[in-house]
């Protein structure tokens, strides 16, 4: 038997000043986003900017329904919509934002399971990691250095035969 630790670095900050400039400009790109979100059930709203190597900034918000599978997070919405007008362009950073309409979100809120596998794909595609940034409304900042980061022994077209 063999026993491992799996874990990661997390750079947290305490005000979004610490953060570079472009940085900085993703994150306030996030939380406009934030305020298109369509969370009329759960009222908690997200925004989510994505910095691609060409230099483009794309963005998405969480998109709620009433059948609430049916929804989408804003994380996938931005690298989805990404992928689709971009394709082939690296993404290099992630920034999500998130607030309630209900209480102050005091933490940052990391990527869903659905979320984090998503955007595991284009970092294994693209072999090169994507720093993912995390705000709400109040509090720190953190940062990770991939997704692959905050998503260990995650699941990829090896399994499927696809090496």
């Known amino acids: 038997m063999e026993k491992k630790q799996i874990g990661f670095e997390l750079t947290i900050f305490e005000s979004i000043n610490e953060l570079s400039q472009s940085e900085q400009e993703l994150l306030q790109a996030a939380e406009q986003a934030q305020k298109n979100a369509y969370a009329p059930y759960s009222n ?84 090169t990691p994507i720093v993912i940034l995390l705000k709400a409304e109040k509090g720190p900042v953190f940062k990770c250095s991939s997704m692959a980061d905050i998503l260990p022994l995650a699941f990829n077209s090896s399994f499927l035969g696809d090496s």
């Open 44 to 127: 908690f709203q997200v925004g989510a900017a994505v910095l691609l190597e060409n230099g483009e900034i794309v963005i998405g918000s969480n998109q709620e329904n009433a059948s609430y599978p049916s929804g989408l997070c804003a994380e996938r919405v931005a690298v989805f919509q990404a992928g689709a007008r971009y394709p082939g362009v690296a993404i290099k950073i992630l920034a999500v934002t998130a607030g309630s309409k209900d209480h102050v979100v005091n933490s940052p809120a990391a990527p869903c399971g659905n979320c984090r596998q998503s955007i595991m794909e284009y970092e294994q595609n693209q072999k």
